[in-house]
């Protein structure tokens, strides 16, 4: 009878262990879209054998013996004499197809540690300039981030169908372009930097607020993207903007331990305990800020939102933030890379530092532009704004849209609890 925790646990290791299985199968096949095939076969037969024959000793090293072995079978079926298929076989032994025993994986060792560029190679493959700047991202949450295609249509408040096309077309690409599976040097690594921040900044975001499911929090994602953060800080220590990026990740996560109650509900900002914000993932991320502040060439837009978190991480309340510089630097912020959302949350900064009738103005225009249309954060910005100023009958209608478009289960309980309060 089959186990069901087989398949949980093929789940979570899937989750936590995709991206280094890739990127060690694409290493040693040079094939970045037949290391993923390779890798959900591997995933496929875990899905049969594990439920039955149990859980094996080294779980992700299983994986990556079935993905090595499949690729020793497809590479003898292009050619008996194919000199790749050699040095597998030399390395792995004449071992055949792989008989799916759980036991037989117990000689194939894995070290997470060992093959951070594998997963590093991973990401500027997926950000090759061959492609897109959208396909870029979309193909690198997809194999580095594992998400779904439904989530990175809600990332990028797209249709999934065009996410999924995107990803498509981007391995087709890469293959035709025969891009070499390596981490860049020189000035292609810079060329190419830009779109690796920011698909690590995508997954960051989408683990610290989840855009669908029943968690606010999605550890998995938020600790793998500050990993990959501090793994390119070592890469390239000379580029503030990776530093910038790094402590924006530290100082968000550092609220994570108070931002959710013992019942998995999300506390706001304002009923936060402080005292249980990680003091030392705060140290670390004013020191990687500081540090991009040295290079003397100005904050990006990594490390403006960074001193806007660190505003939050060393005041001692919401109160007693110093809510004018937040403005500043949101304004700031909002030159540099305008968008929507940075003038949303600006607007919640203008609010509290010059009240809720000042910050209408802003969400106003917003909505009259059509900004955020499909996304729950203008209604609930404009609900909180009316609701402040004692319109509660216009505040009912924006946390009845807000709620409506919000995904997540733990925020929809949320903008319901306020909508209750209007009562």
């Keep these: ?21 890739v990127g060690a199968l694409a290493r040693y096949t040079g094939d970045f879209a037949l290391a ?24 992700a090293g299983w994986l990556l013996t079935v993905g090595r072995r499949r690729a020793i079978d497809a590479f003898r079926r292009r050619s008996a004499l194919d000199e790749r298929y050699a040095a597998f076989a030399r390395d792995l032994g004449e071992g055949g197809t792989y008989s799916g025993n759980a036991q037989d994986s117990g000689d194939e060792p894995w070290d997470p540690d060992q093959i951070d560029d594998d997963v590093l190679a ?26 779904t295609s439904d989530e990175i249509a809600r990332a990028f408040l ?15 690409t890469l293959g035709a372009a025969r891009v070499p599976f390596a981490v860049p040097t020189g000035q292609e690594r810079t060329e190419r930097l830009g779109s690796v921040l920011s698909a690590i900044y995508v997954i960051f975001t989408e683990g610290s607020s989840a855009s669908s499911g029943d968690d606010l929090i ?4 938020a600790g793998e993207a500050q990993r990959l953060a501090r793994v390119l800080a070592r890469l390239v220590p000379d580029e503030p903007e990776v530093h910038g990026l790094l402590a924006l990740l530290e100082l968000t996560a550092a609220r994570f331990p108070a931002r959710t109650g013992p019942d998995g509900e999300p506390v706001l900002l304002e009923h936060q305990d402080r005292d249980r914000w990680d003091r030392a993932a705060i140290r670390r991320g004013r020191a990687a800020l500081a540090r991009a502040e040295k290079a003397g060439r100005g904050l990006g837009a990594y490390g403006l939102q960074a001193a ?9 309340s919401v109160e007693d933030t110093v809510w004018e510089r937040v ?32 910050a209408l103005t802003i969400v106003d225009e917003l909505a009259a532009a059509g900004s955020l249309a499909n996304s729950h ?19 009912r209608a924006e946390f009845e849209d807000a709620i409506r478009l919000c995904g997540n289960e733990r925020e929809r309980t949320v903008l319901v609890r306020k909508l209750a309060g209007l009562d």
């Design 36 to 59: 993923e095939d390779l890798a959900q076969e591997a995933l496929a037969e875990a899905l049969v054998n594990w439920p039955r024959d149990g859980v094996p000793h080294n779980p």
């Design 308 to 316: 806007i978190a660190e505003c939050h991480a060393v005041a001692a």
């Design 122 to 147: 991973l990401m500027f493959v997926s950000c090759h300039p061959v492609l897109s700047r959208e396909a870029r991202v979309a193909l690198t949450l997809r194999v580095v981030g594992g998400l």
């Design 1 to 21: 009878m089959a186990d069901p925790t087989g398949r949980k646990a093929v789940a979570a290791v899937w989750r936590i262990e995709s991206a280094r299985i």
């Design 158 to 172: 797209v249709p999934t169908a065009t996410v999924q096309a995107r990803i498509t077309r981007a391995k087709k």
């Design 327 to 358: 403005v500043l630097l949101y304004e700031a912020l909002g030159r540099l890379a305008p968008s929507p959302v940075v003038d949303l949350n600006r607007a919640v900064a203008v609010s509290m530092a010059k009240g809720p009738a000042a």
């Design 377 to 395: 954060l203008l209604p609930t910005v404009r609900g909180e704004l009316l609701t402040r100023m004692g319109r509660a009958a216009q505040a």
């Design 218 to 221: 999605r550890f998995d994602l």
